[in-house]
Nanobody, 115 residues
Framework: QVQLMESGGGLVQPGGSLRLSCAASTSSFASYTMAWYRQAPGKQRELVASITTSGTTNYAASVEGRFTISRDNAKNTLYLQMDSLKPEDTAVYYC?????????WGQGSQVTVSS
């Protein structure tokens, strides 16, 4: 069983920055591919970025060059550094990992980009 808890969301002006954190309850954190998803009002949940156990990263085209996903295996924590934020980045952001048996989600963290 894996529990995920996001933190770090909030209100920021366009062009600003935020860093999301996701604390994982498992001691096997290093063995999981991790990801960030987001869901805007009235839209489907979408993949924002992912990072493999070896540190290979992948980004949605809409955030490439502005967002950076990283992990600290010693702290069992996943991060998402978000720079040059735009109003269209407004969404609830979810931490995610999965096994062959189950898909795990955090409770979500609201990010609002508005002047």
């Amino acid at each position: 069983q894996v529990q995920l808890m996001e933190s770090g969301g909030g209100l920021v002006q366009p062009g600003g920055s935020l860093r999301l954190s996701c604390a994982a309850s498992t001691s096997s954190f290093a063995s999981y591919t991790m990801a960030w998803y987001r869901q805007a009002p009235g839209k489907q949940r979408e993949l924002v970025a992912s990072i493999t156990t070896s540190g290979t990263t992948n980004y949605a085209a809409s955030v490439e060059g502005r967002f950076t996903i990283s992990r600290d295996n010693a702290k069992n924590t996943l991060y998402l550094q978000m720079d040059s934020l735009k109003p269209e980045d407004t969404a609830v952001y979810y931490c995610n990992t999965r096994t062959i048996f189950k898909n795990y989600w955090g409770q979500g963290s609201q990010v609002t980009v508005s002047s």
